[in-house]
């Protein structure tokens, strides 16, 4: 039975969006993708995915929600994107925001460049979408945040969870197509679902799928295309093998997969020689729990008095060892001193130093033992007197 749908990249150059051409027969195009969509809906969590992305201008790697029937005239659209592009070496994805009734929609494109390829090792992403925010990390580090705004307001929808690897017809965009690559693939480690929980401002206990086997019970493969898709999503090029979901490009006639998927170090992004260190950055007022009266304007926290605190629920350490913690702090004293704590636990305490008025910050730093996993880590005035900006935690 055919289902008509919509995916990603659709409107990202288009003057129009009504006009995509949907088949229900993967026969259409002389190229073949692949998709797969949840076949429950889901709203506010935190959705975490390791994937390794495939190389090659004109190819975009993906993982986005999507309130489906958006694409129909006079439905107002609803989408959370992370599109990987396979052009200049798999080193720049896209975070976006599609909303709005009117076509084209409303969309709040952010195009975010890495220091090394996403396409030479697994590497872990997070979007967290909330009642108040929308964010959007890579191997622990926050890359961008949206705080309200109708991009996170207008959002109200469960939406589906998709992964999907098919090449564009928008070369301004993704880069010229070249089929001379194929195949190339999209590899996917697992994917964990937190639900968000309002009354703690927190993620609770949801699911995950390590794709030891397709789970048909939660997935579906799709067997339509669009318009702007040089090709046809075909099930045959969604393979799970090894503990590996493997989307596949290929050419008519040549669709599956019979190698073997790269395994997966664990550890940080890309190949082993130019792995980033874990990362990850916290921004000073994004705590979800305070005791005290602490000021929060011009997303810095300051007014702390002595024996007030504010902790980080959720905060995902990605590997055990020493990490450098820095912090941006500011102040106009000479005694001003905080705890990093963790469930009642003090990890070390650090002194601020006069930085020459409220408004001159500067970074300090001490190193922590912490182990992996996810953790509660607080802020603790044992006097006050300072402001800060930011905490930064990276593995040594």
């Known amino acids: 039975m055919f289902k008509l749908n919509r995916y990603t990249g659709v409107l990202f150059a288009l003057a129009t969006l009504i006009g995509f051409t949907a088949t229900s027969t993967a026969t259409a195009k002389p190229y073949k993708a ?25 190819v975009l790697s ?63 992403y997070v979007l967290e979408w909330t009642p108040n925010y929308i964010a959007w990390f890579v191997n622990g580090t926050q890359v961008r945040r949206i705080n309200g705004g109708q991009f996170v307001t207008g959002l109200t929808s469960p939406q589906d969870l998709r992964f999907n690897l098919w090449a564009a017809n928008i070369a301004e965009w993704v880069g010229a197509w070249n089929p001379n690559i194929l195949p190339v693939y999209q590899f996917v480690n697992y994917i964990e679902y937190k639900p968000y929980v309002a009354a703690t401002n927190s993620f609770g206990t949801g699911w995950r799928d390590d794709f030891n086997s397709f789970d048909s019970n939660r997935w579906n493969k799709a067997n339509w295309t669009f318009g702007e898709n040089l090709a046809d999503f075909d099930p045959n090029n969604v393979v799970v093998k090894n503990g590996i979901l493997v989307l596949a490009l290929t050419r008519e006639g040549q669709t599956g997969y019979t190698g073997t998927p790269p395994a997966d170090g664990g550890t940080g992004g890309g190949s082993s020689s130019s792995a980033p260190a874990a990362s990850i950055t916290i921004q000073a007022e994004s705590f979800n729990e305070v005791g005290g009266s602490v000021t929060v304007s011009g997303g810095t ?4 008095d002595a024996g007030e605190w504010f902790k980080y629920n959720n905060v995902n350490i990605p590997q055990t060892g020493t990490y450098k913690v820095e912090y941006r ?9 905080f705890t990093l704590d963790r469930n009642g636990v003090g990890l070390g305490t650090i002194s601020v130093p006069n ?40 593995k040594i």
């Open 34 to 58: 692949a998709e797969i969509y949840s076949k429950q809906t889901y709203k506010y969590g935190r959705y975490e995915m390791r994937m390794r992305v495939a190389k090659g201008s004109g």
């Open 355 to 394: 930085t020459g008025g409220w408004g001159n910050y500067q970074t300090i730093s001490h190193n922590i033992y912490l182990n992996a996993g996810v953790q509660s880590l607080a802020i603790y005035a044992n006097s006050g007197g300072f402001n800060i900006d930011w905490i930064k935690l990276t």
């Open 329 to 337: 702090v500011a102040s106009a004293l000479t005694t001003a001193q």
């Open 62 to 124: 993906t993982f986005f929600t999507y309130k489906n029937g958006s694409e129909q005239p006079g439905v107002f659209w609803e989408e959370i994107d992370i599109e990987i592009f396979g052009k200049n070496n798999a080193t720049q994805w896209q975070s976006n925001v599609i909303i709005g009734t009117n076509r084209p929609t409303t969309k709040t494109e952010g195009v975010h460049t890495m220091p090394y390829s996403l396409g030479d090792g697994y590497n872990t």
């Open 301 to 304: 926290v300051g007014y702390i």
